[in-house]
């Protein structure tokens, strides 16, 4: 059993800063991938940062030079500073991992935390 725990979404002024964290936890043998996504009402999902290497992180477009994701054993966190009001949305983790070495991958999502962002 693998859980994905998210926390520190809000609601923040425009320009402010935020940080997202997300906790995996249960039977992780290893980590492929760890990353963030978002969704805005009405839209679709998109990606917002992906962590693909020690040394490898891709960020959208409209994220890039504002945002931050890092990792820490088995959580992922996004800093998210000079917000603007288009930020606003759910913000889900997802991790790709494996729970054994005879195992896939297989990828899990955390449950949501929503951004607001207003004055």
């Known amino acids: 059993q693998v859980q994905l725990v998210e926390s520190g979404g809000g609601l923040v002024q425009p320009g402010g800063s935020l940080r997202l964290s997300c906790e995996a936890s249960g039977n992780i043998f290893s980590l492929k991938y760890m990353g963030w996504d978002l969704q805005a009402p009405g839209k679709e999902r998109e990606l917002v940062a992906a962590i693909t290497g020690a040394r490898s992180t891709n960020y959208a477009d409209s994220v890039k030079g504002r945002f931050t994701s890092s990792t820490a054993n088995t959580a992922v966190y996004l800093q998210m500073n000079s917000l603007k009001p288009e930020d606003a949305a759910v913000y889900y983790c997802?991790?790709?991992?494996?729970?054994?070495?005879?195992?896939?991958?297989?990828?899990?999502w955390g449950q949501g935390t929503q951004l607001t962002v207003s004055s």
């Open positions: 997802n991790i790709t991992l494996r729970r054994a070495w005879s195992e896939s991958p297989y990828d899990y």
